[in-house]
C-alpha cells in the first residue's frame, strides 16, 4: 500500500492524478475504522493532513468558505453564528475525540447516506456548493447533485475535496437526530431545516432515510406556497397545526428509508415526521420573535 | 503488675487502632491511577522477541457441512510459520466449560457463525489476515436451526449436534432441562384457588458482555516442552484443565500467568484463543500472540442467553401469591458452556424474591445454530428478574394495589423457603430494600423554564425542547446466588508469605485469582492488614504456580478467595505466635497481631513482628471451601442448591419522549444488602456497575442475530451506554452479617445487575402505558410497532 504525504494542494492534486485509486484521509475517523475492520484494501492512502489550506475557514460576509478538514469541534466553537444549522449538526457527531479529528469533507467523501452533515448542508439552501479540484481545474458542485447513491458522490476519479460553500444563515435553522442512546450514535435517522427569509424559500435535508442524503421537495415548495401566500414571511403570525402536520407528512413522504439494525423503515418515516414538525415550529417561533422585536 | 498493665495499655491505645487500610477501609486500586491515565499494561499490550501472530479463519455461515479445506496457498504467502485445521491437533479436539462439545477447529460441520476453521501463525498479523483470505473451504450450506419451534422439531429441522454425539443429558436439540415444583404444583384445582390470575409472555434479547479489552494472550514454549500462557482470562486452572488435553501436556507442563484483564463479566470463562494460540506455538516453537479484532471478539466469546419465557401469577382478591407458573426457553445456540448452571439458576431463581405456596417451572436451553450462549453477569437470573417483575407490575395493577406494597407483601424474609425447598438462614430484607428505595426523596421534575437538551431524552442530537416528554417510575427487586451451586466444591486457594524486607514485616498474598476489575487485589492486601497487623502487602502475579482460586464469576470471589485469604493469613498470624511462645515462652491469651507488633491485650507489646521473625519468612497455604450443596432434583428442583442469596432493589425514574420513543433515565436508585462492605468504595461502584450494565440491557443493548447471522458485531451498532445515558445512581447500602460467610459479606457484583432492568422497563411503562414485554426496548417499540 502506498502511502502519500503531499505538503501542499498542487502536490496534492498531482498525487491524486497519478494515483486515482488512492483513498484521501484527514481525520481518519471514518477511514480508519474501514481499514480496521477491513472493509477495505486501498491500493494507496493520500494523507490531506499536511496540507493546512484544507483547516481554515474565511466568511465574506454573505458565504462561508469552509474548509474540508476544519474539524466539527472547530465549527462548533467559530461558525455557530454563521452556520447554526451545520454547528448542530456538528455536536451529534461522534465523541469529543472524533470531533477534534473529523471534518465535513471526510462527510462528503464518505458520502454515506448517515453523515451527520448532509442534512445540515442540504437544507442550509440553494447555493451550498462543494469545491472539487483536480489537476484538470476547479468546479464548484451544488450539495443537491453531490451525492448519487449510496456512499457514492459525484467526484472524478482525480478530484479531491478542498472546501464547501455554505451561505451564511440568514434565518433561523435546525438539526435534529435520532440515535437509540444520548451520545455517541450513527443516526437511525436525521433532519435538519432552514429558513431563508432573504429569497422566501425553506430548506430542508433527510439523513439515513434513502439511499443518499435528500431534501423533501415537495415539503418545501408547500410551505413555501404557504408562507407566501399568506404573507407568513412578513407577519411572523404562527403557522397553525394543519400546517405543520401537512408538513410533517410531506417529509415523511419524501424519505424512502430501509429496516436494517439501527432501526425500521417505519420508524424512521414516523421519526421523521416528528422531527420536522419540531424543527419548523422552533425555526418559526424564533423567526416570529425576531419579527416582532423589529417591529 | 499494675506498672506493666499501664504502659500495655498506653502501648496499645497507638498499636490497636486497626489500619484505615484494612477491612472496612476503602484503599483505592493498585492499578487504577494506571488504567484512567492509559498506562496499564493489558493482554493486547504483551510482546516478546521473535514471536508470531496468529489469527483464525471464521465461517460466513451459521450452518454448513465442510467439504474441504485447502490450506496450500496460505502455506505459501512469504511470513507464514504454520496453518492448521483440526487435523493437526496433538490431543483431544474438544473443549467446553461443563460439557466438552466444543472443537477447538471446526470438524467437517460449522454451528455457528464465526466459528474457528483453521489458524494461521505468520510474522505480521497483515501477513496473517491474508494468509487467511488464501484458505479455501469448500462448503455445503445448510439452513441454519434458529427459532424455538425448529430447535424444538428435530425430525424437521434437524439436529444441531448429532444425538449420539450427546456428551450429556441433552436430547432433541435440547441442551439441558430442570424442572421444579414445589407445595402443590399448578394444577386446575391450585388455580381455582386464586382470585386474579395474570399472564404474560417475555423476551428478552441477546446482550454482550461489551468488555472493552479483546480477547489476547502470548503463548510462549518452553525448554521443558510445556507452555508458557500469559492471559486476559476469569479462572486460570480451568482454562488449564480444558487445554492440557488438547494440547497433549500434562497440566504441569500447561503454566498460565494473568495478563491485564480489559474487562470480563462473564465473557472470558470460556475459552477464547488460549489453545489455538498455544498450538501455533507448540507448532512452530515459537511464541505466538493473538488479539482479536473487535468484530472477532463479538464472534469470540459467548453472550448472555436470549429468552422467551410464559409466566402466569394467582393471587388472592388482597394479594397474596397463590401460584406461580413458568416456562423458560433459554437459547444455548451451537455449543454448551455454561448453559446448564444458566438453566438451574433460571429455574431455581426464576421465581424470585417472594413466597408462594405452590410452584411450577421448566427452564431449558436450546442447542441452535446462533452463537453460543453462557455466562453473563446475572447469569440466568437475569432473564427470569425481567419476567416475575414484569409480572409483579401486571398484578398490582389487576388487583389496583401499590406495585411496591404488592412485591412487600409477598417478600421473602429469612426464615422463609425457596421453591427449591431450600430454607434462607440469613438476612433476606427485601421488604426493607423496596422500602428504602421508594422512601429515597425523588429527583426534581423536569425544569421547563431552563431547559438544558443534554438532559432530555435524545441530549444534544436536540430531538426534543421539551415536547412529548414524560417522566415514569418504576420498582423492581431481584435475587441472585453467590458462588457455585448444584453441589459444586468451587473452593479457593491463598497463599501469605509473611517476611522482612528492608526492616519492615511485609506480608504477600499469592492467589490465582483472576482480578478483571471487581477489585479483588485491593481487598486481598485489606483483609492481610487486618488479620496480620500489617502495613504493607504485596500481591503476587495471580498464577497456576498456586492452587485454583476459582472463577471470578457469580459474585464469589470475595467470598472464595478473600475467604481463603483469611484463612492463611489467619494460619501465619497462629504460627507467628506460637514462634514466639516457643522461643519467648509466654502463656498469655490474650495475643494479637497489630502495628507490626506482637501484643498482649492485658501485657502490652511483646515483641515487634521483625525481632521474632529475624531472616525467616512463614509461608502457609490454605483452602476455603464453601459449605456443600446439593444437585437439585431432575423433576422437582428440590435440593439445598447455592451457597449463599443476595438481594438489589431498584427505583428507576425516567423521561420519555412518547412521541419518538427516546428515553433518558434520570435516576437509578440501588438499595442492597451487602452482608459487610470490605471495601465501601468498591462496593459501591460494583452496584453502580452492575445498574449500568442493566440500564443497557433495559434500553440498547442487543447482539442483532437474522437468520443465525450476527448483524452488529461493532461498536458502531452494538450500542452500550455512554456518560450521557447514566443516570446518578444513588446507592444505599446494607450490612446484615451472614454467619455462615467470611466476615459475614455477601457478594455483590450481581444483584443490581438482576434487579435494575426490570425497574426501568416499569419506569417507561409507567411513563407511556405500555405492555413492553421485550427488552431492550427500542424507539419502535414506544412507537411505532409496540411488540406483543
Known amino acids: 500500500m502506498e502511502f502519500l504525504r503531499p505538503a501542499t494542494w498542487d502536490e496534492a492534486l498531482a498525487a491524486k492524478a497519478e494515483y486515482p485509486t488512492a483513498l484521501p484521509i484527514a481525520g481518519g475517523t471514518d477511514v480508519m475504522v474501514e481499514l480496521n475492520f477491513d472493509v477495505h484494501r486501498p491500493s494507496a492512502i493520500l494523507d490531506l493532513n499536511r496540507v493546512t489550506e484544507l483547516t481554515e475557514w474565511t466568511n465574506d460576509g454573505s458565504v462561508v468558505r469552509l474548509g474540508a478538514s476544519v474539524p466539527y469541534a472547530r465549527i462548533i466553537s467559530e461558525l455557530s453564528g454563521p452556520l447554526p444549522g451545520l454547528a448542530l449538526a456538528a455536536h451529534t457527531v461522534g465523541s469529543p475525540q472524533i470531533r477534534n479529528r473529523g471534518g465535513v469533507g471526510g462527510n462528503l467523501g464518505a458520502a454515506s447516506p448517515a453523515g451527520d452533515s448532509h442534512p445540515a448542508l442540504l437544507a442550509a439552501g440553494r447555493d451550498v456548493h462543494v469545491e472539487a479540484a483536480s489537476v484538470r481545474g476547479t468546479r464548484l458542485i451544488p450539495i443537491d447533485e453531490f451525492y448519487v447513491g449510496v456512499k457514492r458522490n459525484c467526484l472524478e476519479a482525480d478530484e479531491l475535496i478542498r472546501a464547501v460553500h455554505v451561505p451564511v444563515a440568514d434565518g433561523p435553522q435546525q438539526f435534529s437526530k435520532i440515535g437509540t442512546r444520548n451520545a455517541m450514535v450513527i443516526a437511525v435517522c436525521a433532519f435538519g431545516f432552514a429558513l431563508h427569509p432573504k429569497n422566501g424559500t425553506v430548506g430542508t435535508g433527510i439523513g439515513s432515510a434513502a439511499p443518499t442524503p435528500r431534501r423533501a421537495v415537495e415539503a418545501e415548495e408547500y410551505l413555501q406556497g404557504v408562507l407566501a401566500e399568506r404573507g407568513l414571511w412578513e407577519s411572523g403570525e404562527l403557522l397553525g397545526t394543519e400546517v405543520v402536520q401537512r408538513f410533517g407528512e410531506l417529509v415523511k413522504a419524501a424519505a424512502s428509508p430501509i429496516d436494517d439494525v439501527r432501526g425500521t423503515a417505519d420508524y424512521r418515516r414516523h421519526a421523521l415526521a416528528v422531527m420536522a414538525r419540531r424543527t419548523l415550529t422552533w425555526c418559526w417561533n424564533d423567526y416570529g420573535k425576531q419579527i416582532r422585536s423589529a417591529a | 503488675m499494675a506498672t506493666r498493665t499501664i504502659q500495655g495499655q498506653k502501648n496499645l491505645q497507638n498499636i490497636n487502632q486497626a489500619s484505615k487500610d484494612g477491612i472496612g477501609g476503602s484503599p483505592l486500586r493498585p492499578d487504577g491511577n494506571l488504567k484512567v491515565r492509559g498506562e496499564f499494561a493489558y493482554s493486547s499490550d504483551l510482546w516478546h522477541e521473535d514471536m508470531l501472530w496468529g489469527m483464525a479463519l471464521r465461517s460466513p455461515h451459521p450452518r454448513a457441512n465442510i467439504l474441504s479445506v485447502d490450506i496450500s496457498e496460505a502455506l505459501k504467502v512469504p511470513g507464514v510459520y504454520a496453518v492448521l485445521t483440526h487435523e493437526d491437533i496433538p490431543g483431544s479436539k474438544y473443549y467446553g466449560l461443563e460439557i466438552r462439545d466444543q472443537p477447538v477447529l471446526a470438524i467437517d460441520k460449522i454451528r455457528y457463525h464465526g466459528e474457528a476453521i483453521a489458524l494461521v501463525a505468520a510474522d505480521h498479523p497483515e501477513t496473517a489476515r491474508r494468509a487467511v483470505k488464501k484458505i479455501k473451504v469448500e462448503y455445503e450450506v445448510l439452513t441454519p436451526i434458529v427459532t424455538e419451534e425448529q430447535c424444538l422439531d428435530p425430525e424437521t429441522h434437524g439436529y444441531v449436534h448429532e444425538p449420539h454425539e450427546y456428551k450429556s443429558h441433552a436430547y432433541g436439540n435440547i441442551c439441558h432441562e430442570q424442572k421444579l415444583v414445589s407445595g402443590l404444583g399448578v394444577t386446575d384445582e391450585v388455580r381455582a384457588m386464586a382470585d386474579v390470575i395474570v399472564s404474560g409472555d417475555y423476551e428478552v434479547g441477546m446482550q454482550d458482555q461489551a468488555f472493552l479489552g479483546p480477547e489476547s494472550g502470548l503463548a510462549v514454549p518452553a525448554e521443558d516442552g510445556g507452555i508458557d500462557l500469559y492471559i486476559a482470562t476469569q479462572w486460570l486452572h480451568v482454562d488449564r484443565e480444558q487445554m492440557a488435553p488438547v494440547l497433549d501436556l500434562p497440566e504441569e507442563k500447561v503454566r498460565l500467568t494473568l495478563a491485564g484483564v480489559g474487562g470480563a463479566f462473564g465473557g472470558r470463562e470460556d475459552i477464547s484463543m488460549q489453545i489455538h494460540a498455544c498450538l501455533l506455538a507448540q507448532h512452530t516453537d515459537k511464541p505466538v500472540k493473538i488479539v482479536y479484532s473487535r468484530d472477532e471478539s463479538f464472534y469470540g466469546h459467548v453472550h448472555r442467553h436470549p429468552a422467551r419465557m410464559h409466566y402466569e401469577h394467582g393471587a388472592t382478591r388482597d394479594g397474596k401469591l397463590v401460584f406461580a407458573d413458568c416456562r423458560i426457553v433459554l437459547d444455548g445456540g451451537a455449543y454448551a458452556s455454561a448453559s446448564p448452571a444458566v438453566v438451574g439458576n433460571a429455574a431455581s431463581l426464576g421465581h424470585g424474591p417472594y413466597v408462594i405456596p405452590n410452584v411450577k417451572m421448566h427452564a431449558i436451553a436450546l442447542y441452535s445454530n446462533n452463537p453460543s450462549c453462557g455466562a453473563m ?412
Not at chain 2, 486457594?493 to 504477600?508: C, D, F, N, S, W
Request: proline share 6%; glycine share 12%; with cysteine.
Open chain 2, 377 to 788: 453477569r446475572g447469569f440466568g437470573a437475569v432473564q427470569a428478574a425481567f419476567g416475575y417483575e414484569s409480572q409483579m407490575d401486571k398484578l398490582a395493577a389487576e388487583l389496583g394495589m401499590d406495585p411496591v406494597e404488592l412485591r412487600q407483601l409477598n417478600a421473602m424474609s429469612e426464615g422463609d423457603f425457596m421453591p427449591t425447598g431450600q430454607q434462607i438462614d440469613s438476612p433476606a430484607p427485601v421488604v426493607e430494600l423496596l422500602q428504602r428505595a421508594k422512601d429515597m426523596p425523588l429527583p426534581p421534575p423536569l425544569d421547563t423554564e431552563h431547559l438544558d437538551v443534554r438532559a432530555l431524552p435524545g441530549a444534544l442530537s436536540n430531538t426534543s425542547h421539551g415536547e412529548g416528554i414524560v417522566r415514569g417510575v418504576g420498582y423492581s427487586v431481584g435475587i441472585k446466588n453467590v458462588g457455585f451451586s448444584e453441589g459444586f466444591d468451587d473452593y479457593s486457594t491463598a497463599r501469605v508469605r509473611l517476611e522482612v524486607i528492608g526492616g519492615e514485616p511485609v506480608a504477600m498474598v499469592h492467589t490465582a485469582m483472576a482480578e478483571v476489575g471487581q477489585g479483588g487485589v485491593t481487598v486481598h492486601a485489606q483483609i492481610v492488614r487486618t488479620e496480620l497487623g500489617v502495613e504493607q502487602v504485596t500481591i503476587h502475579p495471580a498464577n497456576t504456580e498456586v492452587g485454583s482460586a476459582g472463577s471470578t464469576s457469580a459474585s464469589r470471589q470475595t467470598y472464595m478467595t478473600g475467604g481463603a485469604v483469611k484463612l492463611a493469613a489467619e494460619a501465619v498470624g497462629r504460627a507467628l505466635i506460637e514462634k514466639g511462645r516457643r522461643r519467648y515462652g509466654w502463656t498469655h491469651q490474650d495475643i494479637t497481631l497489630a502495628g507490626g507488633k506482637v501484643v498482649s491485650e492485658s501485657a502490652g507489646v511483646l515483641v515487634p513482628m521483625v525481632d521474632l521473625l529475624g531472616d525467616e519468612a512463614i509461608d502457609l497455604t490454605r483452602e476455603h471451601h464453601h459449605r456443600p450443596t446439593q444437585a437439585f432434583d431432575k423433576e422437582t428442583g428440590q435440593g439445598f442448591g447455592h451457597v449463599q442469596y443476595t438481594f438489589c432493589a431498584n427505583r428507576a425514574v425516567v423521561d420519555v419522549d412518547v412521541e419518538l420513543g427516546l428515553v433518558k433515565v434520570v435516576e437509578l436508585t440501588a438499595v442492597q444488602d451487602v452482608g459487610k462492605a470490605l471495601n465501601p468504595l468498591s462496593v459501591v461502584g460494583q452496584i453502580q456497575g452492575g445498574c449500568t450494565q442493566a440500564l443497557g440491557l433495559a434500553v440498547m443493548e442487543e447482539i442483532i442475530v437474522r437468520d443465525g447471522k450476527v448483524r452488529n458485531a461493532s461498536f458502531t451498532d452494538y450500542l452500550i451506554p455512554t456518560i450521557l445515558d447514566t443516570p446518578p445512581i444513588p446507592v444505599d447500602v446494607l450490612e446484615l452479617p451472614d454467619p455462615h460467610a467470611p466476615y459475614g459479606l455477601r457478594g455483590v457484583g450481581e444483584a443490581p445487575t438482576v434487579s435494575a432492568t426490570p425497574s426501568i422497563v416499569a419506569a417507561i411503562r409507567n411513563a407511556t402505558g405500555l405492555a413492553l414485554n421485550r427488552i431492550p426496548v427500542r424507539p419502535e417499540h414506544l412507537t411505532t410497532e409496540q411488540p406483543g
